[in-house]
């Protein structure tokens, strides 16, 4: 009595060696794999509470077959980038026309860590000297709008001397084109609150505002009440409209939201 017999003595033994192979050589520890990888399996708990054969790889994640411990010993890392880059000069000189800023992947993401955000982004934008450093010549036509964003800072000149602070025209919006509300870019979200029938307000400063006539392209200023008038928003050419003149004032009054500038 007490005694194993022979048959139940070779089965202690299996157990234990099977034991002693199943610590060594279970579970997901030395065995992260990226992406896709059939051979990256072994055989232990699975996330699911099933035991059998159970995966290692970035993809376990997603047919939740992992093993037990793939959160643990195959972390998660996310995508790390670098910091934004100056935006760059505009495109082209003295048109409506775009700048650009990048960033740079630092690490890839690892263990179905969060993806790599955009590394390129687009703003509107409008240089008033050509290449040789001479000032544009006044063009006539449509005005040219951005977010009123675009004006902070423009209190003084590049000797430091303070800016004409300018005016302000107010508009009735009439029109705009399908495109404006569907803007979803970081720097053309602004498009979405140009609404038909909404009074908008417009700044004229400078540099925007010629020296010589004081005003800015398309302002209106010399229009008639009821003259229909165009824009396009600078960053989008496919977002333009009309409007009609309502006023001219002093200092914009609208919400920030209606509140643009011409470029």
């Not at 054969?53 to 970035?58: A, I, L, N, P, Q």
């Not at 423009?154 to 004409?164: C, E, M, P, S």
């Not at 979803?184 to 307000?201: A, I, K, S």
Request: aromatic fraction near 10%.
């Amino acid at each position: 009595m007490g005694l194993f017999s022979m048959d139940q003595s070779a089965l202690l033994v299996v157990a234990a060696l099977f034991g002693m192979y199943h610590t060594a050589e279970g579970g997901c520890s030395g065995r992260c794999c990226q992406g896709t990888d059939f051979t990256c399996f072994t055989t232990d708990w699975r996330m699911d509470r099933v035991y059998g054969m159970c995966y290692c790889d970035e993809r376990c994640v997603k047919t939740k077959d992992c093993c037990f411990d793939y959160p643990a010993e195959c972390p998660a890392q996310p995508c790390v980038v670098s910091e934004w880059s100056h935006w760059s000069g505009c495109a082209q000189p003295c048109q409506p026309s775009f700048r650009v800023r990048r960033r740079s992947v630092e690490r890839l993401p690892q263990n179905s860590g969060q993806a790599c955000p955009r590394l390129e982004e687009q703003a509107g934008c409008m240089e008033y000297q050509d290449r040789q450093g001479q000032f544009c010549a006044q063009m006539q036509g449509a005005a040219f709008i951005t977010t009123m964003e675009f004006s902070k800072g423009r209190t003084h000149d590049l000797y430091g001397a303070q800016v004409d602070a300018g005016f302000c025209m107010e508009f009735k919006m009439e029109s705009l084109t399908p495109q404006c509300t569907v803007e979803n870019r970081p720097n053309t979200r602004w498009m979405q609150y140009l609404r038909e029938g909404y009074t908008v307000c417009v700044a004229c400063q400078p540099p925007a505002m010629s020296n010589h006539s004081r005003g800015c392209q398309g302002d209106g200023n010399q229009a008639e009440r009821d003259e229909l008038l165009h824009w396009q928003a600078v960053g989008s050419p496919r977002c333009r409209g009309t409007w009609r003149k309502v006023q001219k004032l002093q200092h914009c009054s609208c919400p920030e939201v209606h509140s643009f500038i011409f470029i």
